[in-house]
């Protein structure tokens, strides 16, 4: 399926693209210093299968946090919600995505959700698999079906440059295991885990994914249902509640749909039975969310009535 640049979209991109002055590029993950400051693409992918862009739309960038629903996705149907959810909970937190304090004033000690770093670290745990290429190669695979694009990799030099500086998800991990959230070999899960958020596509690509989630699981090539409705379901309002880090809230009131975003500076955003929306604009505000897929996402809530609201 081919994606067609749209006038009007780009019009908007245009317009926006100058907002990514006043924002960063994340550099606490090395590699990702690299992005281009200016780069600015969208692409919406309609569940009826036709798809516009705007902006360099065939620049990759990797997952981060937007990968923490899709392995989501894939561990509640490994392991059931009883089980993920007795490990993690589902409230949203007013804390950094990164944050470790809630972890110790939580009682009983578990994340409170699967979108920040200590919740999604646990999800990753969950992955069934008898050795540690089968969970990755399954996890990879989910993603291609996603995309149906067998050639979704990860990028090697940013998994490891995050594999090389991730202590503080290390410690994450290590509460957690002391805590029997987790358990197995922690060195192993961050191996998985910097791969997963290093997964490589462009803003076609995720937005095809949003389109699955916008069709409540079902592929709109295909119509094979690639996630239960229920587990679409449960993401989508983890996405509402979470998923734009401590900014979720004001998210909510100023563009209204299920987002996810990550410090690549990609947004995944989803008009239930609608769209798929993949974003890619790695300059980033003060909460580590695109600075200018934000504001695309408040100028196109508005003109084209989004939120579910
Ligand atoms: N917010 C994010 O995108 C964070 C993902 C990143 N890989 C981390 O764990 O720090």
């Known amino acids: 399926m081919m994606c067609k640049s749209n006038t009007d979209l780009q019009t908007i991109v245009d317009e926006v693209r100058s907002i ?5 590029v994340a550099d606490y993950i090395p590699a990702l210093s690299k992005a281009d400051k200016n780069d600015l693409s969208i692409a919406i992918y309609d569940k ?6 705007a902006g360099e739309y065939t620049k990759k960038f990797t997952l981060q946090s937007i990968s923490k629903v899709l392995i989501l996705a894939l561990a ?3 392991r059931g919600t009883d089980y993920v959810f007795g490990k993690v909970g589902m409230e949203p937190t007013g804390d950094p995505f990164n944050s470790i304090s809630k972890l110790e004033t939580s009682i009983p000690s578990k994340p409170l959700n699967p979108m920040i770093n200590a919740g999604a670290l646990a999800v990753t745990s969950m992955i069934v698999g008898k050795s540690e290429e089968e969970k990755w190669e ?3 695979q989910f993603v291609r079906c996603l995309v149906k694009n067998d050639e979704i990799s990860y990028n090697v030099e940013v998994a490891k440059s995050e594999l090389e500086t991730a202590s503080l998800n290390r410690a994450l991990c290590y509460f957690m295991k002391q805590h029997q959230v987790i358990d197995g070999d922690i060195e192993e899960l961050m191996r998985l885990y910097t791969k997963q958020c290093a997964i490589e596509m462009n803003c076609f690509e995720l937005a095809r994914i949003g389109a699955v989630f916008a069709s409540n699981g079902l592929d709109p090539e295909t119509g094979e ?5 229920h587990i679409a379901r449960i993401c989508k309002t983890f996405m509402v509640t979470c998923g734009m880090y401590n900014a979720s809230g004001e998210f909510a009131i100023k563009v209204g749909i299920p987002a996810k975003s990550g410090v690549s500076g990609g947004i995944l955003g989803i008009v239930p039975d609608k769209y798929g929306i993949g974003i ?3 300059s980033l505000d003060e909460k580590g969310n695109s600075i200018a897929g934000i504001k695309l996402l408040e100028i196109l809530a508005n003109k084209y009535n989004f939120s579910i609201f």
């Open 20 to 24: 990514s002055e006043a924002g960063k």
């Open 48 to 53: 009826n299968n036709t798809c516009v862009y």
């Open 76 to 78: 509640l149907q490994d």
């Open 138 to 140: 399954r996890m990879l």
């Open 225 to 229: 249902q690639l996630i239960p409705i």
């Open 280 to 282: 890619f604009g790695p």
